[in-house]
């Protein structure tokens, strides 16, 4: 938490130079998130503090309960598309497309060990959300994706503009985004919003750059049902 607690000080910080430079800080566009209903939660309206969440897979899991989410390791599931950040979203339905399943209890499972025993059994066929806070700061969205067949970082960045004021998101890499222009020194967004509308058609997508800038609180179990049927992962026979 001291590296979230950290990076909240910096965002804070830098919303408030933003604020004396005269940019509306108060009412970013892209905010609130559907997750705002969300009970039970205190949360940084300094930093735009919103709560926020990510699928992940079993092997993953403790890793990432131990050292945090780590944009160094994007892309490593689905891809990258729109730069090497931290993916995270506002519906479970887009989370799920980034899980797989934790078929049945393995007694050989550092997970395991940890998360399930003879009080808490394992309920087979389960999939993990992390529920995380992340701090978006002052934002910048779009709608477009980046153009991964295109041979240069020039070209496959050029498509991917702020859809607020048409100015490129990715100027030098895919690890930072655009600084907030009008304001010196540079400050850059904090976050990405990848909006609907053009390339993004169901679920918006919310990015960060930073690890230092999300921390996780919890992790969710779910089982995935059709009506009242579970879905099964396996061969066994599953019960409603």
Same mark, same amino acid.
């Given at each position: 938490?001291?590296?979230?607690?950290?990076?909240?000080?910096?965002?804070?910080?830098?919303?408030?130079?933003?604020?004396?430079?005269?940019?509306?800080? $108060?009412?970013?566009?892209?905010? %609130?998130?559907?997750?705002?209903? $969300?009970?039970?939660?205190?949360?940084?309206?300094? &930093?735009?503090?919103?709560?926020?969440?990510?699928?992940?897979?079993?092997?993953?899991?403790?890793?990432?309960?131990?050292?945090?989410?780590?944009?160094?390791?994007?892309?490593?599931?689905?891809?990258?598309?729109?730069?090497?950040?931290?993916?995270?979203?506002?519906? !479970?339905?887009? *989370?799920?497309?980034?899980?797989?399943?934790?078929?049945?209890?393995?007694?050989?499972?550092?997970?395991?060990?940890?998360?399930?025993?003879?009080?808490? %059994?394992?309920?087979?066929?389960?999939?993990?959300?992390?529920?995380?806070?992340?701090?978006?700061?002052?934002?910048?969205?779009?709608? &477009?994706?980046?153009?991964?067949? $295109?041979?240069?970082?020039?070209?496959?960045?050029?498509?991917?503009?702020?859809?607020?004021?048409?100015?490129?998101?990715?100027?030098?890499?895919?690890?930072?985004?655009?600084?907030?222009?009008?304001?010196?020194?540079?400050?850059?967004?904090?976050?990405?919003?990848?909006?609907?509308?053009?390339?993004?058609?169901?679920?918006?997508?919310?990015?960060?750059?930073?690890?230092?800038? !999300?921390?996780?609180?919890?992790?969710?179990?779910?089982?995935?049902?059709?009506?009242?049927?579970?879905? &099964? *992962?396996?061969?066994?026979?599953?019960?409603?």
């Amino acid at each position: 938490m001291d590296k979230y607690t950290t990076g909240k000080k910096r965002v804070q910080k830098e919303i408030e130079r933003l604020r004396k430079k005269g940019k509306n800080v $108060a009412d970013v566009p892209g905010l %609130p998130v559907k997750t705002a209903r $969300a009970h039970g939660f205190s949360l940084s309206q300094a &930093c735009n503090e919103v709560i926020l969440l990510h699928g992940t897979n079993p092997e993953k899991l403790l890793d990432l309960l131990s050292t945090g989410l780590n944009e160094r390791y994007s892309g490593t599931n689905l891809g990258t598309a729109f730069g090497d950040g931290v993916y995270l979203a506002e519906e !479970v339905d887009k *989370t799920d497309q980034y899980v797989s399943a934790d078929s049945m209890y393995d007694p050989s499972s550092e997970l395991h060990k940890r998360l399930y025993d003879e009080t808490v %059994p394992h309920p087979d066929d389960v999939f993990y959300v992390l529920v995380v806070r992340a701090a978006l700061g002052f934002s910048v969205r779009t709608q &477009c994706t980046l153009d991964k067949k $295109a041979p240069t970082h020039e070209l496959r960045a050029a498509r991917v503009t702020s859809m607020d004021d048409g100015a490129r998101i990715f100027p030098v890499n895919f690890r930072e985004l655009s600084a907030v222009p009008g304001v010196m020194p540079k400050i850059h967004h904090h976050s990405l919003i990848a909006e609907l509308g053009k390339d993004i058609v169901r679920y918006r997508e919310f990015i960060l750059f930073h690890s230092e800038y !999300v921390h996780i609180d919890y992790v969710i179990a779910y089982h995935r049902y059709n009506g009242d049927q579970k879905l &099964c *992962t396996t061969d066994s026979e599953c019960e409603a």
